[in-house]
């Protein structure tokens, strides 16, 4: 009777054992977790995976076009100090329509030609003007390389908290189903927590490349503006000097005649 | 732009894949092996329950009965003693039987040793008719055992306990008188009856449940000496203890529970002061079904006036609160005569 009793008993056991074995073998892969996710959970994956697409997108355009910019720089740089006229430069240079230092060379340029071709003959107004100029297309280069870098940061800062309400959500989610279920099993649990956090998982996915490139392509672009502002006011204090010059020169052909 | 956009995408698909295939389910954890922590939920009267010894030796570490004689242990034994069969020692059992042991050889039957209403040994009948074969103290019973405490049967063959052992004649008394075969006429239904009453009336004093009461059969069954004693074999020196182990005792909750009874069936008295000190003591024996046989209460404190009064009323309520059926009924022997306590002052404000 007692064997018989301990018999049941063990007997009681490995089917509880059975039981949990079976319990466990839900399947978790990555797809079959996005499957069982609730309509707001997938969009919300779905969002964040796009998110990550473009950001991803953005910052290899971004780094390719940084480099790119950063030779011409140097090559222009090297061009225009190598003791060249400007007015072959010009010639050769706005055949092409540049980027970065060869587009504010070739606007500086083209108002000044423009200016004594039509023989405005104020030394003052020439010089506002190229500097105006100077400034307007500073602006429009400095836009240009910082264009689409504000959707990294936005990434950067939100997909967490958007990846965070997936996860609210999913949580949610199970958590009634348990309420519904009234079962605190773990392995009731289980599954929808970790389909959940999926939604975390890929909110940090996303941001921290994001975090990480926005903040080096925008030390990136500061440099690079600085390069340009620095650029804008020699080429703006080179014009002022030779404005100066041909004034002076004509002041002193008055004078002669 | 394009480029950047064709490799992100082309760079996502090929993690995305990638990942879907490797990072599939991980291993289920394999928790089968991890032994769990038995809890157990220990009630208070364990705490205090008394420790098995021998009563007559000195304080030791641990509390242990005089050593056996026996050299080959018996497994299944749970009472220590030199017996062959395991019982459960006589709880009221006088430390030498009234009778000596060689009385064996006396047949008479009217020096039979009573010294307590113990109940007669008829039940056994029917145990006796179905014998089962483990040693535990339910299979005590042998069919060829006589129900009689007169006749001689086996005893000389059972090895006393202790010191007393020496004493006795080695010499294997003869029967002077031709033991007379058991009288089967003897388990009558209404005899047994009898014993019952018997049984309940004299309340938990001396034999209240079936338990002692088989013991006590067992005993006369085994023509064991009446102090009883068990088969199990102890090799530890004599340390003082109980003579039983395992006393049983209503539990603080249980007492606590009776009293909360009672006071729920308690009238509160408007606007009185009771004395702090009032304090009654109740005597109540109750029956098996946990209605009560009487009662008395006995004051301490508080003035004249309230020790008259309040005895009265607390007795009323105990009556009118009966019966006090959420006692378990496999300790009756425990609350058979209950003493609760009663303080008026927190009872009644």
Known sequence: MFEAALFGVSRAYAQGIEATELGSTVDVSLWALFMEASLTVKLVMIGLLLASIWSWAIIVDKSLMYGRTKRQLDRFEKVFWSGQSLEELYRSLSERSPNGMGALFVAAMREWKRSFERGANSPIGLQTRIDKVLDVSLARETERLEKRLIFLATVGSAAPFIGLFGTVVGIMTSFQAIAGSKSTNLAVVAPGIAEALLATALGLLAAIPATIFYNKLQTDVAKITMRLEGFADEFSAILSRQIDERTGARSQQRAAE | ?349
Not at chain 2, 58 to 76: D, G, L, N, Q
């Open chain 2, 1 to 349: 732009m394009k480029l950047g956009f064709t490799l992100s995408s082309a760079a996502h698909v090929v993690i995305l894949t990638w990942g879907l295939v490797s990072l599939t389910s991980p291993e289920a954890l394999k928790v089968q092996d991890v032994e769990a922590l038995p809890v157990d939920i220990v009630p208070i009267e364990e705490i205090t329950k008394t420790v098995k010894g021998a009563e007559e030796a000195e304080i030791a570490e641990k509390s242990a009965p005089t050593p056996t004689k026996r050299e080959t242990p018996k497994p299944e034994a749970q009472n220590v003693g030199d017996k062959e069969i395991d019982s459960k020692p006589v709880e009221n059992a006088e430390r030498e039987s009234p009778v000596p042991v060689e009385k064996a050889e006396a047949p008479p039957k009217a020096e039979a040793p009573a010294p307590k209403p113990e109940p007669k040994p008829e039940p056994v009948k029917e145990e006796a008719k179905t014998p089962v074969e483990t040693t535990e103290v339910a299979a005590a019973p042998q069919p060829k055992a006589d129900i009689t405490p007169e006749t001689p049967a086996d005893s000389p063959e059972q090895p006393l306990e202790g010191e007393q052992f020496a004493k006795l004649p080695d010499t294997v008394p003869v029967p002077s008188v031709k033991p007379t075969p058991p009288k089967p006429t003897v388990a009558k239904t209404n005899e047994r009856k009898k014993v019952e009453e018997l049984i309940r009336e004299s309340g938990g004093q001396t034999n209240g449940t079936e338990k002692q009461e088989d013991v006590a059969v067992k005993n006369k069954v085994n023509k064991a000496e009446s102090a009883g004693g068990g088969a199990k074999t102890s090799t530890q020196t004599a340390a003082l203890g109980a003579r039983r182990g395992n006393a049983e005792k209503l539990s603080q909750s249980e007492m606590d529970a009776l009293i909360a009874a009672i006071t729920q069936c308690s009238t509160g008295i408007a606007g009185r002061r009771i004395s702090e000190d009032l304090r009654i003591k109740v005597i109540m024996r109750l029956d098996r079904n946990g209605n009560v046989i009487d009662a008395k209460a006995g004051p301490t404190g508080g003035t004249a006036e309230e020790r008259a009064r309040f005895p009265r009323d607390i007795l009323r309520y105990v009556k009118r609160c009966a019966p006090y059926d959420f006692l378990p009924k496999d300790k009756y022997e425990t609350w058979a005569e209950v003493v609760p306590t009663f303080y008026p002052a927190q009872m009644f404000q």
